[in-house]
């Protein structure tokens, strides 16, 4: 099946620092791949649409100046928390559309825990 | 835009016994509903899912019922197991768009 790459895994940052996310789909092309934030035990929280070659799509309340996004080729995502404080904190997941049978599957990538500290 | 609710947020059984987990959903032109299993600290997994053209779809234990006149749908797990223990995730998207809106979750505890 389609796989779907993050990393780092884990990341570790002070209070004021910038971090980035790279999201990769391994064995397809994305024009257009998602952005999720997840608490604890909570559900998966739609941050930003990004697209290739154009300005990604932001959902409401997102803010577009702190979690920059970058798509520039068909196989690569890369989220860019900026200026990281703690309450940026989470687990951050991608996910890649392949259309199939009559629809598109998600693939979502493992998964970036961030800590700011 | 869509809306999707899901419910229980926390569903115990012993294992052996069944499980189902109910989703509704709000706009009458979605009709592609994945479900996902995501265990602690791992991606979702995508485990069945159902077009609207169909109102019953099965995987050995592991089953999905739609019905679209009440825009709800739900998974039913058979002789579950302690390896079933995960949060299962709901979602609708219309055909078309491959923008999922997820529900929030179902925490499955199967106690040996």
């Known amino acids: 099946g389609a796989v779907v790459s993050q990393h780092p895994s884990r990341v570790i940052c002070k209070s004021g620092t910038s971090v980035k996310i790279e999201c990769r789909s391994l064995?397809?092309?994305?024009?257009?791949m998602f952005w999720y934030r997840q608490f604890p035990k909570k559900s998966l929280m739609l941050m930003a649409t990004?697209?290739?070659?154009?300005?990604?799509?932001?959902e409401q309340g997102v803010e577009k100046d702190k979690f920059l996004i970058n798509h520039a080729s068909l196989t690569l995502s890369t989220l860019t928390v900026t200026s990281a404080h703690p309450e940026d904190s989470s687990f951050y997941i991608c996910?890649?559309?392949?259309?199939?049978?009559?629809?598109?599957?998600?693939?979502f990538g493992p998964g970036t825990r961030l800590t700011v500290t | 835009g869509e809306n999707v609710e899901q419910h229980p947020s926390t569903l115990s059984v012993q294992e052996g016994d069944s499980a189902v987990i109910k989703c509704t959903y709000s706009?009458?032109?979605?009709?592609?509903f994945p479900w996902y299993k995501q265990e602690l600290g791992k991606r979702p997994q995508l485990i069945i899912d159902?077009?609207?053209?169909?109102g019953e779809k099965k995987d050995q234990r592991i089953a999905v019922t739609l019905n679209k006149t009440a825009k709800h749908f739900s998974l039913h797990i058979t002789e579950t197991q302690p390896e079933d223990s995960a949060v299962y995730f709901c979602?609708?998207?219309?055909?078309?768009?491959?923008?999922?809106?997820f529900g929030r979750g179902t925490s499955l505890i199967v106690h040996p």
């Open positions: 996910s890649a559309p392949l259309q199939g049978g009559g629809g598109y599957e998600q693939y």
């Open positions: 064995d397809f092309q994305a024009t257009t």
């Open positions: 990004s697209n290739e070659g154009s300005k990604a799509t932001y």
């Open positions: 706009d009458s032109a979605s009709n592609y």
């Open positions: 159902i077009r609207s053209n169909v």
């Open positions: 979602a609708a998207s219309r055909g078309g768009s491959y923008i999922p809106t």
